[in-house]
C-alpha cells in the first residue's frame, strides 16, 4: 500500500496568494484528518470528514481556511489569501471507521512558508 | 475534553541506558490512548496504543508503554535506547467523538553515543 499521499511537499509563496494543499488517503479508509504543526501550537486539527462529508470543521482558523473532499480518494485544503502565520506543516492522515480504535496514517507533510 | 499532558520537552539519554517518555492523560470515561514518533521531515508514525487490557502495551522497535490508571499516566519506555530512536515522540488521545486524535505538545528524545 503506498500510504497517505500528500502534495507539495513543500510550498513557498508571498503573502496573499492562494495555497492549495492535496491529499490522497490510504484506499478503504473512510475518515481522513488534517492537521497543521507548528512549533508554538504543537499538532492542531483542523477538519476532518467522514465517508467524504465534513464532520467537524471547529478548529479551521478563519473563514481563509476551506477543505473539501469531493470523493474517496481526494482532498483539498485551501488557503485563500494566505498570511505568513500561515506557515507550518500540514498533514492529512486516514484511518478505519470499523477499527475505531485504531491508529491513524499520517502522510508525510506539506510544509508552506509564507512569506 | 479528552487531553493528553508531555512535562518534558527535551529528553537526553545515552545509548544503551533504559529510557522513558512521559505522558499524563484527563479523560472522561475509558481512555483510548496512543504514541507516535515522528522522524525529521517526515510524518507521524504509530508506535503502540493502549484500548483495554494488559497495564504493559508492547510495539513497535521495542518500545512499550505502561498505562497507570491510578496516576493517569501512560509513560513510554524502552529498555535499551539506540542513536536511532532520537526523534520526536507524541502522546495522543481519542477526542470526545471517538475518530480524532487529541495530541501533546511533543518530546524531543535525544540518545547520545
Known amino acids: 500500500d503506498a500510504g497517505v499521499i500528500q502534495s507539495p511537499r513543500h510550498e513557498v509563496t508571498e503573502m496573499g496568494q492562494e495555497v492549495t494543499l492535496r491529499c490522497k488517503p490510504i484506499?478503504?479508509?473512510?475518515?481522513l484528518f488534517w492537521y497543521r504543526q507548528t512549533m508554538m501550537r504543537g499538532l492542531e486539527l483542523l477538519i476532518y470528514?467522514?465517508?467524504?462529508?465534513?464532520?467537524?470543521d471547529s478548529g479551521m482558523p478563519e473563514d481563509r481556511f476551506s477543505a473539501k473532499m469531493p470523493n474517496a480518494s481526494f482532498s483539498t485544503l485551501k488557503i485563500q489569501p494566505s498570511e505568513p502565520r500561515d506557515s507550518a506543516v500540514y498533514f492529512c492522515?486516514?484511518?478505519?471507521?470499523?477499527?475505531?480504535?485504531?491508529?491513524?496514517?499520517f502522510g508525510e507533510g506539506s510544509r508552506l512558508t509564507v512569506l | 475534553a479528552q487531553s493528553v499532558a508531555q512535562p518534558e520537552d527535551q529528553v537526553n539519554v545515552a545509548e544503551g541506558n533504559p529510557l522513558t517518555v512521559k505522558c499524563t492523560y484527563s479523560v472522561s470515561g475509558n481512555p483510548y490512548l496512543f504514541w507516535y514518533v515522528q522522524y525529521p521531515n517526515r510524518g507521524l508514525q504509530f508506535l503502540l496504543k493502549?484500548?483495554?487490557?494488559?497495564?504493559l502495551v508492547k510495539g513497535s522497535y521495542g518500545f512499550e508503554a505502561e498505562f497507570n490508571k491510578s496516576q493517569t499516566s501512560f509513560h513510554l519506555k524502552k529498555p535499551s535506547a539506540l542513536v536511532s530512536d532520537s526523534a520526536l515522540y507524541f502522546c495522543a488521545v481519542r477526542d470526545n467523538s471517538g475518530y480524532a486524535l487529541n495530541f501533546g505538545k511533543g518530546t524531543s528524545l535525544l540518545v547520545t553515543p
Open positions: 484506499s478503504g479508509h473512510d475518515y
Open positions: 493502549y484500548i483495554t487490557g494488559d497495564n
Open positions: 470528514f467522514n465517508n467524504n462529508v465534513p464532520i467537524d
Open positions: 492522515a486516514s484511518s478505519l471507521e470499523t477499527v475505531r480504535t485504531g491508529e491513524l496514517f
